[in-house]
Antibody, heavy 120, light 108 residues
Framework: QVQLQESGPGLVKPSETLSLTCTVS????????WNWIRQPPGKGLEWIGY???????NYNPSLKSRVTISVDTSKNQFSLKLNSVTAADTAVYYC??????????????WGKGTTVTVSS | EIVLTQSPGTLSLSPGERATLSCRAS???????LAWYQQKPGQAPRLLIY???NRATGIPDRFSGSGSGTDFTLTISRLEPEDFAVYYC?????????FGQGTKLEIK
């Protein structure tokens, strides 16, 4: 079955760029929508954005000015970049899959999550 | 942006009891595109229900979802020990896709 694995630095300095990659194994990245969601410590879930395998993106307006999501179909990976980070961006970051169809943006497969701390 | 409000914040019940969790939207959820997730400590969320009432693959039939418009409910008919966790609703009818703040289901 499809598995997702997040990777990237666990510590980022304030004002720098957070960069994470999600590797998709056990299935193709094609035809699905690939999402990033985050969860600050002790808090709820926030959808960051998605990318379709073709490259189309949709971002949460609250983060849109700082976010870029990209896809590399040859490596079965997609990536998140969040620039100008502050302590408020400290969170567990999850990658997740949404089904094909263009309407069904619920997350049926999740990575285990990776903790990113913003601190000098 | 649609704001989802879940109630209660914490629900204390015993195994074998029935749990009813509520999710209320600040405006109507398009096509009733509402999902429910279960999250245990240190784990990623797990999809339980999508499209208000459709169980995800492998989810036991003691979990059921209902509702429409702005009011949605997740019901667990008979609680098993492994059901005690935090539950989130999510609307995906309109972007940005938003989550409720969660209901913690704890053992009484």
């Amino acid at each position: 079955q499809v598995q997702l694995q997040e990777s990237g630095p666990g510590l980022v300095k304030p004002s720098e760029t957070l960069s994470l990659t999600c590797t998709v194994s056990g299935g193709s990245i094609s035809s699905y929508y690939w999402n990033w969601i985050r969860q600050p410590p002790g808090k709820g879930l926030e959808w960051i954005g998605y990318i379709y395998y073709s490259g189309n993106t949709n971002y949460n307006p609250s983060l849109k000015s700082r976010v870029t999501i990209s896809v590399d179909t040859s490596k079965n990976q997609f990536s998140l970049k969040l620039n100008s980070v502050t302590a408020a961006d400290t969170a567990v970051y999850y990658c997740a899959r949404a089904p094909p169809g263009g309407y069904y943006y619920y997350m049926d497969v999740w990575g285990k999550g990776t903790t990113v701390t913003v601190s000098s | 942006e649609i704001v989802l409000t879940q109630s209660p914040g914490t629900l204390s019940l015993s195994p074998g009891e029935r749990a009813t969790l509520s999710c209320r939207a600040s405006q109507s959820v398009s096509r009733n595109y509402l999902a429910w997730y279960q999250q245990k400590p240190g784990q990623a969320p797990r999809l339980l229900i999508y499209g208000t009432s459709n169980r995800a693959t492998g989810i036991p039939d003691r979990f059921s979802g209902s509702g429409s418009g702005t009011d949605f409910t997740l019901t667990i008919s008979r609680l098993e020990p492994e059901d005690f966790a935090v539950y989130y609703c999510q609307q995906y009818g309109s972007s940005p896709y938003t989550f409720g703040q969660g209901t913690k289901l704890e053992i009484k």
